[in-house]
T-cell receptor
């Protein structure tokens, strides 16, 4: 079990569907991350939110739309995906003291395994 | 972020110490060395991190060379449950960009 909860664990969607991935943490962390991981590859950074504001977008296509409605929740909205977007999507969080350094470990969920048909 | 280089795979006998090397020759003064591992079908798990000094916790020890150009993660008594991909990452204390390299696939042999 992890302290970062991701739902659903598995998702199959068609290329015309709209779906959302959800991530939740109650550790009081103020930085939240989305990573994408293909089989046998390292996680690739997609987005970072710091204090509910988007701080990093790693040139991710607009068919992926992140949202951080409050400090505990992070969503990833999916629309018009392609089969090559099939992957494990990982959420992570870390502490971020206001005005403090960025040095704190990431806590990961176990991911949502997405299949696009 | 500084690029890190790790061997793609390593074997270690169960019960022995597993020593995983990492080269980070271009690391800058504000970058920490972090280690994570990923067991199959799970999210990465934080192991340990350090800046200059050697560090030890309940999971592992981290040895950083004096010039900070390389480090070694030591799992003192490896078990089959330590079979995983281990990632060494140089993390700046000034931004959120945490980039994973290819890691080392560690096989613990019974």
């Amino acid at each position: 079990d992890t302290e970062v909860t991701q739902t659903p664990k598995h998702l199959v969607m068609g290329m015309t569907n709209k779906k959302s991935l959800k991530c939740e943490q109650h550790m009081g962390h103020r930085a939240m991350y989305w990573y994408k991981q293909k089989a046998k590859k390292p996680p690739e950074l997609m987005f970072v939110y710091s204090y509910e504001k988007l701080s990093i977008n790693e040139s991710v296509p607009s068919r992926f739309s992140p949202e951080c409605p409050n400090s505990s929740l992070l969503n990833l909205h999916l629309h018009a995906l392609q089969p090559e977007d099939s992957a494990l999507y990982l959420c992570a969080s870390s502490q971020r003291p206001r005005g403090g350094s960025y040095n704190s470990p990431l806590h990961f969920g176990n991911g949502t395994r997405l299949t696009v048909t | 972020d500084a690029k890190t280089t790790q061997p793609p795979s390593m074997d270690c006998a169960e019960g022995r110490a597993a020593n995983l090397p990492c080269n980070h020759s271009t690391i800058s003064g504000n970058e920490y060395v972090y280690w994570y591992r990923q067991i199959h079908s799970q999210g990465p798990q934080y192991i340990i991190h350090g800046l200059k000094n050697n560090e030890t916790n309940e999971m592992a020890s981290l040895i950083i060379t004096e010039d900070r150009k390389s480090s070694t993660l030591i799992l003192p008594h490896a078990t089959l449950r330590d079979t995983a991909v281990y990632y060494c990452i140089a993390v700046s204390n000034r931004d959120d960009k945490i980039i994973f390299g290819k890691g080392t696939r560690l096989h613990i042999l019974p």
